[in-house]
């Protein structure tokens, strides 16, 4: 059974609804599903046939509005398992492929969960929040980086902050860090008429606030370390779904095109910054199109 198959069936007997009606309560939600009937919802639930990606893609709108994944225990089991188990390989060969700057080329670990730490658990341990500056300011133009290890360590300990390492034998191997910022905030990011590096706690959301993730800093030794620490954020942004609006990326490189093709985010502006004197890239999307995204929905779904 597919996982798109388990999910119609959980949700369905969750639901107490026969095929039939599935399929009529299908119909009314999407155009997409116009004619639906109960053959095709029982093909679908045993794997014998898999809905094309745009009916997958409104199958998860659905189930997302109607909050089944959160609401539903089986129903929230089911989608976290699948993001969990099914992006690994496909994320490490994206990687793999295409990103120059925040990826490393040290050989592949034999890591697991067991190796992955939140950084706020690290106050005692200055070095992990210093190699971050240190990655981000060598990686952006000269004085762009202005975050202090003080700053970002006092902005990782915020409640509503993802901020992860992978560390092995004291190596710091990667990291994923994603502020969730005010609307408002995020609107001036995403136009560059704020600095990204400007943010402080006053604009950051509560963990039960409406707010926007802002992806602030990414980096793994290899592919399948940067896979890791990406499959962690997914696992985030689709637990804390009910309070997250959009998913914000401001590209100042130049592989942030390529990153942003691949996560389902939408440029809303670009531009040339005439003091740093690099090409800028704003892209912000709702967190439905970043969580099911064509690449997501084909791996995991």
Known sequence: MTTIGKLLLQYREHQGWTQQRFAEKLSAYAPVFKNLNSVTVSR????????????????????????????????????????????????????????????????EFNIDQSHLHTLSHFGNRREHFEHIVDIERATNVEGYYNLTPQRLEKLCSHPSTFAIIYERKRQHLGHFIMFKIKQDIAEEIVHHTRKEYTVTTEDLCQPTEKGTYYIHAMYGKNPRIAALVNIQAYLHLFEHFKWTDNVLIFASREDGPKLTRHYGIEQIDEGYDDFFGFRWYGYMSPIKKILFSDIVVREVF
């Open 44 to 107: 679908w639930e045993t794997g014998a046939t898999e809905p094309g990606l745009a009916k997958k893609k409104a199958l998860l709108h659905y189930f997302a509005d109607s909050e089944c994944m959160h609401r539903i225990g089986k129903c929230h089991e089911i989608v976290r398992n699948a993001y969990d188990e099914c992006l690994l390989d496909p994320l490490t060969s994206l990687f793999n492929r295409n990103y120059r700057y925040i990826i490393g080329n040290f050989p």
